[in-house]
């Protein structure tokens, strides 16, 4: 998946998704809706400028952002 996740990191790398670049289109966050850690690491529910709602998650060890789309825009 061609992701690359620009995120807040104060003591710690990911600590709230900022904006992520997604199929060559950068997408602001607008809000994080939900945060959960898993033993993975953190993940995140989050609405964008446009009003579509993803799902981030990092892997911390394998040093990996994935996304799930959860809503569009029609």
């Not at 911390?60 to 994935?66: H, K, P, T, V």
Request: charged share 25%; hydrophobic share 35%.
């Amino acid at each position: 998946m061609d992701l690359t996740v620009e995120c807040y990191s104060g003591y710690t790398y990911a600590q709230e998704p900022r904006a992520f670049v997604w199929q060559g289109q950068r997408h602001i966050v607008q809000k994080v809706e939900r945060f959960w850690r898993t033993p993975q690491g953190p993940g995140f529910r989050v609405r964008t400028e446009d009003g579509r709602l993803f799902e981030l998650t990092y892997d911390e060890q394998a040093d990996i952002w994935s996304l799930i789309r959860l809503s569009y825009v029609g």
